[in-house]
Each structure stands twice: as C-alpha cells, then as structure tokens.
C-alpha cells in the first residue's frame, strides 16, 4: 500500500489549496477514502470522507461549506479542495483509506499572513 499526499503549501487566511492523494498497490475503487489532519495541540481529526464510488460524502462540522472532498477512481487519486482557509486549518493533511490501517506522509498546510 502506498498513500502520497501532495499540495500543500503556505496561503493566506481566506486563500485556496487542492490536496491531492495518490494511492497504489490496493483496489482504490473498492475502498471509501478519507481526510484526516493532525496537530501538535489538537491530534488527529476526521475532516472527509468519500465512499468508493463518489458518494457517501461527509465532512467535519470544521469542513462544511468550505472544503470538498472528491476522487478520480481511473486516476486512483483523491482530492481535497480547501477554500476559504483560516489560521486554524493549518496541519498536515493525510489521506487513507477506510479499513487498511496506513498512513502516507502526510502534507503540510500552513494558513498565515
């Protein structure tokens, strides 16, 4: 199993980024995927979820009408579009995948003016 993060990056306070996962060596298309981001001071918090085929969306109370998870299942890649970013977004940002216990390396996002 292999998870790579990629798309975070440094942005100001109301600016946009697209994370992205690229995921391989398991039947992508089988398995619902989901975000997690992690802090020191907070730990480690469920942000989205994406069933296998697209729906079952769900996101944390923190995410709702700003982020929008989605996938690609040709590409084996899921996505994570972040608007409206504030200071308290700022972690690394996992993706996995529901029921395989692994964790990729993770993407550091950073929310400062």
């Known amino acids: 199993v292999q998870l790579v993060e990629s798309g975070g990056g440094l942005v100001q306070p109301g600016g946009s980024l697209r994370l992205s996962c690229a995921a391989s060596?398991?039947?992508?298309?089988?398995?619902?995927m989901r975000w997690y981001r992690q802090t020191p001071e907070k730990g480690r918090e469920l942000v989205a979820s994406?069933?296998?085929?697209?729906?079952?969306?769900s996101y944390a109370d923190s995410a709702k009408g700003r982020f929008t998870v989605s996938r690609d299942n040709a590409k084996n890649t899921v996505y994570l579009q972040m608007n409206s970013l504030k200071f308290e977004d700022t972690a690394v940002y996992y993706c996995?995948?529901?029921?395989?216990?692994?964790w990729g390396q993770g993407t550091q996002v950073t929310v400062s003016s």
């Open positions: 060596g398991f039947t992508f298309s089988r398995y619902a």
């Open positions: 996995r995948a529901a029921g395989i216990t692994y």
């Open positions: 994406i069933g296998s085929t697209g729906g079952s969306i």
